[in-house]
Nanobody
Framework: QVQLVESGGGLVQAGGSLRLSCAASGRTFISYAMGWFRQAPGKGREFIAAISWSRGATFYADFAKGRFTISRDNAKNTGYLQINTLNPNDTAIYYC??????????????WGQGTQVTVSS
C-alpha cells in the first residue's frame, strides 16, 4: 500500500505562485512514479506532469511546460509541484498519484485526497 497526502493549495491572486506537496508513505512507493493531475469544476481529470522517484526522470503535458515544475525529495519522501504565474484557469483540485510513468490516470494505482487551488482575477 502507498499513502499520499497533498498540501499547499489555497486561494491566490492571478500572477502568484504556489508549491504543492505530496507526502508519500508505504514500503514500496519509491518503485512507482509520481504524477500530478488536476480537475476543474465540470471537467475531467487532466494530467500535468510525472516524475520517477528513483531516476528523477520527468515529463510534462504540453500546457504545463514552462509554468509547472515537478520535483521530489527522496530524503523527505515528498514530491512537489511548483506552479508559477497562476491564472484563473488553473483553478482546480490538484491530485498526486503513484503508478507507472504515464500521462493517463488509468496508469496510476494510488491517489491522494486532493488539494484545492483557487486563483482569483
Amino acid at each position: 500500500q502507498v499513502q499520499l497526502v497533498e498540501s499547499g493549495g489555497g486561494l491566490v491572486q492571478a500572477g502568484g505562485s504556489l508549491r504543492l506537496s505530496c507526502a508519500a508513505s508505504g514500503r514500496t512507493f519509491i518503485s512507482y512514479a509520481m504524477g500530478w493531475f488536476r480537475q476543474a469544476p465540470g471537467k475531467g481529470r487532466e494530467f500535468i506532469a510525472a516524475i520517477s522517484w528513483s531516476r528523477g526522470a520527468t515529463f510534462y503535458a504540453d500546457f504545463a511546460k514552462g509554468r509547472f515544475t515537478i520535483s521530489r525529495d527522496n530524503a523527505k519522501n515528498t514530491g512537489y509541484l511548483q506552479i508559477n504565474t497562476l491564472n484563473p484557469n488553473d483553478t482546480a483540485i490538484y491530485y498526486c498519484a503513484a503508478g507507472a510513468l504515464r500521462d493517463h490516470q488509468d496508469a496510476y494505482t494510488y491517489w491522494g485526497q486532493g488539494t484545492q487551488v483557487t486563483v482569483s482575477s
